[in-house]
């Protein structure tokens, strides 16, 4: 598994342009996993359904199964870390993180002009390019435009590193240069 992060600001588009990415990637063979990282309080679970039921008595972990599928809703005291959800992952070619954009692994910026806020690359150097609707003429990563999804899932596959490099950069807290590559299929 290789992983790499979709990286921005609240509003930037990141969301839409995963939702255009995964497609392509999938089209090119690859088995996809993604981890979304939420600044909120949010629920999966339906009101009215009994897995909702579970939960709203007190239950403190559901899991829901069926022939298609399973998921897991567990309360939890503290917010889980990006290497706990990453060794999560059952088995797949690629995962993008969407958000957790102060974590050291390899991102791909998503920026909108319109948003107000401060590009991320030019502090983050794990940052490998950007896909952005805004020139930065002096950018040290590639700019690309937010619409060339093709482009950006060629940078993707280019620039995910192997999940081991990642979770021992992320493990170690200091962010700097990792491990070897692999192969897509490792």
């Known amino acids: 598994m290789r992983v790499i992060g979709l990286a921005g600001w609240s509003g930037a588009g990141k969301t839409t342009l995963l ?3 995964i497609p392509v990637l999938r089209g090119r063979g690859l088995r996809i996993a993604t981890v979304k990282h939420a600044h909120h309080a949010f629920d999966v679970d339906q009101p009215g359904k009994d897995s909702h039921r579970h939960r ?29 959800l990453l060794r999560r992952l059952g088995p797949c070619d690629l995962a993008v993180i969407e958000g957790f954009k102060r974590e050291a692994h390899p991102k791909l910026e998503v920026y909108r002009h319109a948003n107000g806020r401060p590009p991320l690359h030019p ?18 990563p590639p700019i690309v435009p937010l619409d060339a999804v093709e482009t950006v899932a060629d940078i993707v596959m280019a620039r995910a590193e192997p999940l081991a490099a990642v979770l021992a950069r992320l493990e170690s807290r200091e962010g700097g240069e990792a491990g070897e590559r692999s192969s897509w299929r490792s």
Not at 56 to 78: D, K, L
């Open 123 to 140: 502090d983050d150097p794990r940052i490998v390019a950007v896909a952005s609707d805004h020139p930065f003429p002096d950018a040290t």
């Open 19 to 21: 939702v255009r990415l």
């Open 56 to 84: 709203e008595a007190g239950a403190c972990e559901v899991i829901v199964s069926s022939s298609r599928r399973t998921v897991q809703i567990r309360e939890v005291e503290e917010e889980a870390r990006l290497p706990d």
